[in-house]
T-cell receptor
Framework: DAGVTQSPTHLIKTRGQHVTLRCSPI?????VSWYQQVLGQGPQFIFQ???????GRGNFPDRFSARQFPNYSSELNVNALLLGDSALYLC??????????????FGPGTRLLVL | AQKITQTQPGMFVQEKEAVTLDCTYD???????LFWYKQPSSGEMIFLIY??????QNATEGRYSLNFQKARKSANLVISASQLGDSAMYFC?????????????FGAGTRLFVKA
């Protein structure tokens, strides 16, 4: 079975541009979460989506937005890129957004470099 | 306030020996989950083990076990019989309630080096 997939794998942008990152969850998983991992740090929670609705939002500016499609894939959009947005962006999927033993499975990530 | 604390930036262990990676957490949610993930240099986060806040027994998964001390709010990962392939970053994470759903908070990580 295919795991979580993300595209593109690498991306180089300049300050002020916008970027769209894509994620396809494991088949049957309806919840997708996005994380930003700056070099040398742990991942930081950005968004969680379930059944196309936002279920959680981390402490990120409005330049960050996301959506989930009927097939449960998701896009993360970042506008007006800053140098500090350079990071590994991880997508994780799970069956539901619920707690308990629900495990998130992560994709390989998209490495974004802002020049 | 830091919710997940990993105090060991780096750890060395001899191949075939056991190693303990420390993690303490802070939450007011009585229902939470604790996770450990491994992140090799490739970047992908690999799930290792889970412990629920109401679980009475410590979780085990093969060579991985979680030393859960609820009163101390600690959830240390024990890796037995270390292998060279265990060299990686290890992250402790906690899932707690977030408006309408849940969010997972990660620690800063511990880099483990396994020596031959």
């Amino acid at each position: 079975d295919a795991g979580v997939t993300q595209s593109p794998t690498h991306l180089i942008k300049t300050r002020g541009q916008h970027v769209t990152l894509r994620c396809s969850p494991i088949s049957g998983h309806k919840s997708v979460s996005w994380y930003q991992q700056v070099l040398g740090q742990g991942p930081q929670f950005i968004f969680q989506y379930y059944e196309k609705e936002e279920r959680g939002r981390g402490n990120f500016p409005d330049r960050f937005s996301a959506r989930q499609f009927p097939n449960y894939s998701s896009e993360l959009n970042v506008n007006a890129l800053l140098l500090g947005d350079s990071a590994l962006y991880l997508c994780a999927s799970s069956l539901t957004p619920a707690g308990g033993q629900e495990t998130q499975y992560f994709g390989p990530g998209t490495r974004l470099l802002v020049l | 306030a830091q919710k997940i604390t990993q105090t060991q930036p780096g750890m060395f262990v001899q191949e075939k020996e056991a190693v303990t990676l420390d993690c303490t957490y802070d939450t007011s949610d009585p229902s939470y989950g604790l996770f450990w993930y491994k992140q090799p240099s490739s970047g992908e986060m690999i799930f290792l083990i889970y412990q629920g806040s109401y679980d009475q027994q410590n979780a085990t998964e093969g060579r991985y076990s979680l030393n859960f001390q609820k009163a101390r709010k600690s959830a240390n990962l024990v890796i037995s019989a270390s292998q060279l392939g265990d060299s990686a970053m290890y992250f402790c994470a906690m899932r707690e309630r977030n408006t309408g759903g849940f969010k997972t908070i990660f620690g800063a990580g511990t880099r483990l080096f396994v020596k031959a």
